[in-house]
């Protein structure tokens, strides 16, 4: 399976919605402590097992997230350390990047999220303990939302919902937005320990995902969340990342501090469908193509990143 060895330590790791090869990788220097970043965007061979860099943006803080424009199929967008937010476009050459540079935030920026239906606006999730809107056609933030008590590690939009999203922060609860409304629309103290990741299942718009600290996993119902549908143990150090298949309606990938990449089935009563031990170090970021059913990636403080086919060894040359 195609790996690709980079300088610094990986942070995210997210498949194009355009191209079925393409990647991009947010990486780190000294574990996002000090230092530089880099973006990386990978093209896998064809047919092969290879996978070759098309182009780098290096940047003077830490990347910690990446996303795709959901509209330009060159653009991408990354979350800095500094706390900006800058835009590439991957047809221009690494002189002519970034296309732009947004200097709001306060601390670290640690998540953005294109919005999959209006695809004209992004989210980002702060250190700062905020959230906030932006739109690719605008100067400034639209607005920022200011809720958290804590870090905001991760906001990520509805599937179905243009105006709606969901932030999991280091206070221990899941929020809802509704950008339309002038607060949260809900709040979920979701666990008891930092909530560092969320996700929406793609296939029921009531349903989301948390991670956390506490080393589990937990599946709410909106409608309905007093308490969890699921929760899902099998990790043996904090949970660093969630993402539902966007192929399965069930199937949810996680990756932990304890080094591995999981598979669940969150509706059976023996959840862990899969287990992947191949990274050596944190493995801090996974996505889940969205036009290739079963193709994985993930990244790590390793410094590697691994695309493989569900089922298969991501070792497997």
């Not at 970043?37 to 990446?66: K, M, N, Q």
């Not at 937990?218 to 099998?234: F, I």
């Not at 996505?287 to 298969?312: I, N, P, R």
Request: some cysteine; charged content about 20%; aromatic content about 12%.
């Amino acid at each position: 399976m195609p790996m690709f060895k980079a300088p610094f330590n990986g942070y995210s790791v997210k498949f194009s919605p355009f191209y079925e090869s393409r990647l991009a990788v947010a990486t780190a220097q000294n574990f996002g402590i000090l230092g530089n970043g880099r973006i990386h965007v990978l093209e896998l061979s064809p047919g092969g097992p290879g996978v070759t860099e098309s182009i780098a943006f290096d940047t003077a803080d830490a990347v910690y997230d990446v996303c795709w424009s959901e509209s330009h199929d060159s653009v991408l967008i990354a979350a800095i350390g500094d706390g900006s937010v800058k835009i590439y476009d991957t047809a221009l050459p690494p002189p002519s990047n970034p296309i732009r540079s947004f200097q709001e935030h306060a601390r670290e920026v640690h998540s953005v999220d294109y919005n999959p239906t209006r695809r004209d606006s992004f989210v980002t999730a702060s250190w700062d303990d905020t959230v906030k809107l932006w739109a690719m056609d605008r100067p400034a933030s639209i607005r920022t939302f200011k809720e958290h008590a804590y870090c905001v590690y991760q906001a990520v939009w509805n599937p179905k919902h243009g105006d709606v999203f969901a932030s999991a922060s280091g206070d221990c609860t899941l929020r809802i937005w509704d950008v339309r409304e002038p607060g949260s629309t809900m709040i979920i103290p979701a666990h008891d320990l930092e909530i560092l990741s969320c996700d929406w299942n793609k296939y029921d718009d009531c349903v989301l995902a948390t991670c956390s600290v506490d080393k589990t996993i937990k599946v709410w119902d909106v409608r309905s969340y007093r308490a969890p549908l699921a929760v899902l143990n099998g990790h043996g150090y904090a949970v660093r990342k969630v993402k539902f298949s966007p192929h399965r309606r069930n199937l949810i990938a996680s990756c932990s501090y304890d080094m591995s990449v999981c598979l669940w089935d969150y509706m059976v009563e023996d959840a862990l469908v899969g287990r992947y031990d191949h990274h050596t170090e944190f493995a801090v970021g996974i996505d889940m193509s969205v036009l290739v059913e079963g193709l994985m990636a993930s990244t790590g403080w390793d410094e590697l990143v691994y695309v493989w086919q569900q089922g298969m060894d991501p070792r497997a040359s």
